[in-house]
C-alpha cells in the first residue's frame, strides 16, 4: 500500500473531526448569543416588537454548486443531513416564519446562490425578486 493510499483516508477522517467541531461550536455559540441578546440586550417588554424569520435551501445534488460548496456539501450531509452546501436545514428554521426554498429536478438552490453570489438564473428561482419580495412583506409589516 502506498503512502499517498493511507494519507488521503486519514486526511478526510481529520477534515470530517474538524467541520463537525466548527458546526457543534457555531450552533452552541449561536444558541447563547440568541439567548443572551434577547433575554439581557433586549429585555422583555421589547419582544413584542421583534419579528423573526428565517429562510434556507436545499441542494440536491453536490454537483450543482460552486466551490467550495460542492466540497463542503458532501461533510455536511454526512454530519447533519440534508444542507445547502454550507448549512443543514437543521439550523434554518428560526423565528415565527420559516421557508425552506429548493427547485424541481438536479440543481437545487446553494447557500452561494441564495446571495446571488454566483449571478446566475435558476430555473424556478429568481433570487432578486425573492428579496423584493421579502423588503415588500417587510414594509406591509411596518417594519
Not at 9 to 18: E, K, L, M, R, T
Not at 62 to 71: D, E, H, I, R
Not at 79 to 88: A, C, I, Q, R, T
Amino acid at each position: 500500500m502506498s503512502n499517498s493510499m493511507f494519507f488521503l483516508p486519514c486526511i478526510c477522517i481529520i477534515i470530517c473531526f474538524i467541520i463537525s467541531a466548527i458546526t457543534y461550536t457555531y450552533n452552541k455559540a449561536k444558541d447563547r448569543a440568541v439567548d443572551k441578546a434577547i433575554n439581557d440586550d433586549i429585555g422583555e417588554e421589547h419582544l413584542d416588537n421583534i419579528y423573526c424569520q428565517s429562510f434556507g435551501s436545499i441542494l440536491n445534488k453536490a454537483t450543482s454548486g460552486k466551490f467550495p460548496l460542492n466540497l463542503s456539501y458532501h461533510l455536511v450531509k454526512y454530519f447533519d443531513g440534508k444542507n445547502d452546501g454550507l448549512v443543514s436545514i437543521k439550523s434554518f428554521p428560526w423565528g415565527e416564519n420559516y421557508t425552506l426554498l429548493t427547485v424541481k429536478g438536479n440543481r437545487g438552490i446553494s447557500h452561494g446562490d441564495m446571495i446571488d453570489l454566483n449571478r446566475e438564473n435558476i430555473k424556478g428561482f429568481d433570487v432578486r425578486e425573492f428579496y423584493v419580495q421579502l423588503v415588500s412583506d417587510l414594509k406591509k409589516r411596518n417594519l
